[in-house]
């Protein structure tokens, strides 16, 4: 037995499946899945309610929406390059990266309008107070001083806007075409003149080897002729002493000779042959040497026999 349904009964069924599924099907669009990297600001019937973190989350209909969704990584904007002037009045173009991170969504969401066209405006005006107290070489060589005043008077700007300002780097600075020639020119004359410098410091060290080459050569040399010179003269003297205790070696065998063989001769005798001996051998001198007359003793056979007898005495 089918149960009869009426025609305005099946129209109100029908409207209100359909006014159920677009209810529920609302409701599934007012959830909202946050992801890790972000921070959602609710506002709740136009005023502040909460910052959403990571996790799933219901919007109520019709009092509840998203107002902003705010991104918690680092950023990095590339701002377009400013003109700027330094203390001596030369006119340059500068860009900047500012890299920053939000820290309060909050205050990012409600504390100024377009917070980056805010960054961009405020890096160009701390520029060209920077720039303005230096001088264009100051400009030039001083990146590091630049960035480190930029993103300090960026960091506490940007505080009540709920953004913490990591990094602040110069990324180009070009100077006019003009200053850019003449810095162009100055660089050359630059390397030309330390060329000439390293050039004449090496001829310079060479001169100077070459001399102390040449000195100590000199010096090795007359050391080396002192140190022969030292040596012959020691050879010499030792030569010299040879001969003398050869001498004197002699005499003492002479007179001692004369002690132990001549006992029976009287000491005037001795004394006689004695000289006579040392005639014979002044006359073997002169013999031996340049002169070219000789005066020979008459008694020369009485020196032989003289001499002969010492020899004897000498060999007993």
Same mark, same amino acid.
């Given at each position: 037995?089918?149960?009869?349904?009426?025609?305005?009964?099946?129209?109100?069924?029908?409207?209100?499946?359909?006014?159920?599924?677009?209810?529920?099907?609302?409701?599934?669009?007012?959830?909202?899945?946050?992801?890790?990297?972000?921070?959602?600001?609710? =506002?709740?019937?136009?005023?502040?309610?909460?910052? !959403?973190?990571?996790?799933?989350?219901?919007?109520?209909?019709?009092?509840?929406?998203?107002?902003?969704?705010?991104?918690? $990584?680092?950023?990095?904007?590339?701002?377009?390059?400013?003109?700027?002037?330094?203390?001596?009045?030369?006119?340059?173009?500068?860009?900047?990266?500012?890299?920053? /991170?939000?820290?309060?969504?909050?205050?990012?969401?409600?504390?100024?309008?377009?917070?980056?066209?805010?960054?961009?405006?405020?890096?160009?005006?701390?520029?060209?107070?920077?720039?303005?107290?230096?001088?264009?070489?100051?400009?030039?060589?001083?990146?590091?001083?630049?960035?480190?005043?930029?993103?300090?008077?960026?960091?506490?700007?940007?505080?009540? !806007? +709920?953004?913490?300002?990591?990094?602040? =780097?110069?990324?180009?600075?070009?100077?006019? $075409?003009?200053?850019?020639?003449?810095?162009?020119?100055?660089?050359?004359?630059?390397?030309?003149?330390?060329?000439?410098?390293?050039?004449?410091? +090496? #001829?310079?060290?060479?001169?100077?080897?070459?001399? #102390?080459?040449?000195?100590?050569?000199?010096?090795?040399?007359?050391?080396?002729?002192?140190?022969?010179?030292?040596?012959?003269?020691? +050879?010499?003297?030792?030569?010299?002493?040879?001969?003398? #205790?050869?001498?004197?070696?002699?005499?003492?065998?002479?007179?001692?000779?004369?002690?132990?063989?001549?006992?029976?001769?009287?000491?005037?005798?001795?004394?006689? =042959?004695?000289?006579?001996?040392?005639?014979?051998?002044?006359?073997?001198?002169?013999?031996? +040497? /340049?002169?070219?007359?000789?005066?020979?003793?008459?008694?020369? /056979?009485?020196?032989?026999?003289?001499?002969?007898?010492?020899?004897?005495?000498?060999?007993?």
């Amino acid at each position: 037995m089918f149960l009869e349904i009426s025609g305005g009964a099946l129209t109100a069924i029908i409207v209100f499946s359909i006014l159920a599924f677009v209810i529920l099907l609302y409701l599934i669009t007012r959830i909202r899945i946050v992801r890790q990297t972000s921070k959602y600001v609710i =506002e709740r019937l136009g005023g502040y309610h909460a910052t !959403w973190g990571v996790g799933f989350h219901f919007l109520c209909p019709f009092i509840d929406k998203v107002s902003y969704i705010v991104s918690m $990584k680092e950023q990095v904007k590339d701002f377009d390059p400013q003109p700027v002037i330094t203390k001596d009045n030369v006119t340059m173009q500068i860009d900047t990266i500012v890299f920053f /991170q939000v820290t309060d969504p909050k205050l990012y969401a409600y504390g100024v309008e377009n917070p980056v066209a805010a960054i961009e405006n405020l890096s160009a005006t701390t520029l060209r107070n920077i720039i303005g107290e230096l001088d264009l070489d100051e400009t030039l060589t001083s990146r590091d001083i630049i960035n480190t005043k930029m993103r300090a008077i960026l960091d506490e700007a940007t505080d009540p !806007w +709920g953004i913490k300002v990591n990094r602040v =780097e110069v990324k180009n600075i070009l100077p006019p $075409k003009d200053i850019r020639d003449a810095m162009e020119r100055q660089m050359r004359a630059e390397r030309e003149r330390r060329e000439k410098i390293l050039l004449a410091e +090496g #001829e310079k060290k060479s001169q100077i080897l070459l001399a #102390e080459g040449e000195k100590e050569s000199r010096i090795l040399k007359a050391d080396a002729e002192k140190e022969a010179m030292i040596l012959k003269a020691k +050879g010499e003297a030792e030569s010299i002493l040879t001969v003398k #205790e050869a001498e004197a070696q002699g005499i003492k065998l002479i007179r001692e000779a004369e002690a132990e063989g001549l006992k029976s001769l009287n000491d005037a005798n001795v004394s006689k =042959e004695v000289l006579t001996l040392k005639s014979y051998e002044a006359v073997k001198d002169m013999a031996n +040497g /340049q002169a070219t007359k000789i005066i020979v003793p008459s008694d020369l /056979q009485n020196v032989a026999t003289l001499a002969t007898a010492v020899s004897e005495i000498v060999k007993k």
